[in-house]
């Protein structure tokens, strides 16, 4: 398998930004707690006492759910899924704020995403392990099928004919060849409620950058594999998909690697 399927080299970017923005918060609060320390001891000395400690608390929850994730993004340290997701979950949070830092530098908003997405997938890689293909997921929009295409494959993917002009039909082949479900949907709500029938252990998600930023979180604890979709029609309408790269990642999730595939 190419190396270009098993890393995300753009992560670093969102922890940074991250970082510095966890770094103005704590400054924020610090100088809170400078300026209303003066009067708080007038009006009582427990006041300032207990302001201190609050925003001391809060203090140390940034930085422990900040440095959660850049010590799980190692792999050294396993962490809780929960801690990671309310680490990310917090980080995400602070979105608009980490993105009008990386205005200042030039990063715009679909870049910070992929970078988030793409830290999300390295955590999920990091902590994977085997997954029998028929719990893997393969979870579509229905901008990937052709617009003019009458066969609806929204209702059952095998409707789909394979005939090339969409990647649905590379992707169902992919589907057929591990074993894998495959759904395609057309919207986040038809999207959750087909998880929860599917009751995958690992989903491949394919949609773009806004999509996946919000979607990756909402099926917590099942790991998810962001894969972003290329919308030369603009959005929404016949996009299109490196359905290698899908066949890749499903690969990693089944613990078979590109060699095994060349002797079949």
């Given at each position: 398998?190419?190396?270009?399927?098993?890393?995300?080299?753009?992560?670093?970017?969102?922890?940074?930004?991250?970082?510095?923005?966890?770094?103005?918060?704590?400054?924020?609060?610090?100088?809170?707690?400078?300026?209303?320390?003066?009067?708080?001891?007038?009006?009582?000395?427990?006041?300032?006492?207990?302001?201190?400690?609050?925003?001391?608390?809060?203090?140390?929850?940034?930085?422990?759910?900040?440095?959660?994730?850049?010590?799980?993004?190692?792999?050294?340290?396993?962490?809780?899924?929960?801690?990671?997701?309310?680490?990310?979950?917090?980080?995400?949070?602070?979105?608009?704020?980490?993105?009008?830092?990386?205005?200042?530098?030039?990063?715009?908003?679909?870049?910070?995403?992929?970078?988030?997405?793409?830290?999300?997938?390295?955590?999920?890689?990091?902590?994977?392990?085997?997954?029998?293909?028929?719990?893997?997921?393969?979870?579509?929009?229905?901008?990937?099928?052709?617009?003019?295409?009458?066969?609806?494959?929204?209702?059952?993917?095998?409707?789909?004919?394979?005939?090339?002009?969409?990647?649905?039909?590379?992707?169902?082949?992919v589907a057929k060849d591990y074993g894998c479900q495959f759904i395609v949907v057309t919207g986040g709500t038809l999207a959750r409620?087909?998880?929860?029938?599917?009751?995958?252990?690992?989903?491949?998600?394919?949609?773009?950058?806004?999509?996946?930023?919000?979607?990756?979180?909402?099926?917590?604890?099942?790991?998810?594999?962001?894969?972003?979709?290329?919308?030369?029609?603009?959005?929404?309408?016949?996009?299109?998909?490196?359905?290698?790269?899908?066949?890749?990642?499903?690969?990693?999730?089944?613990?078979?690697?590109?060699?095994?595939?060349?002797?079949?």
């Open positions: 398998m190419g190396t270009q399927y098993k890393q995300y080299e753009t992560y670093p970017l969102y922890l940074i930004l991250s970082t510095i923005t966890c770094a103005l918060l704590t400054a924020v609060l610090a100088f809170l707690m400078y300026i209303l320390e003066p009067g708080l001891l007038q009006l009582h000395p427990f006041a300032s006492i207990i302001s201190s400690v609050v925003i001391s608390i809060l203090i140390a929850i940034i930085w422990i759910l900040c440095l959660s994730l850049i010590v799980a993004s190692t792999g050294i340290i396993r962490l809780h899924p929960i801690v990671l997701r309310l680490a990310n979950q917090f980080i995400y949070g602070l979105f608009p704020l980490t993105l009008a830092i990386g205005k200042v530098r030039g990063v715009t908003k679909d870049q910070l995403r992929q970078s988030m997405i793409d830290l999300i997938n390295h955590l999920v890689m990091l902590d994977m392990y085997t997954v029998d293909p028929e719990r893997i997921l393969l979870l579509t929009p229905h901008c990937l099928q052709e617009s003019s295409c009458v066969h609806k494959v929204t209702h059952d993917v095998y409707n789909c004919k394979q005939c090339g002009r969409c990647q649905v039909g590379n992707l169902l082949q409620m087909k998880v929860k029938e599917a009751r995958p252990k690992a989903i491949v998600a394919i949609a773009c950058e806004r999509d996946l930023a919000s979607g990756m979180a909402d099926v917590f604890p099942i790991p998810v594999i962001g894969v972003l979709n290329e919308r030369p029609n603009g959005p929404c309408c016949n996009t299109t998909v490196d359905s290698e790269r899908v066949r890749a990642v499903v690969e990693q999730l089944i613990g078979r690697n590109s060699n095994d595939r060349g002797k079949d």
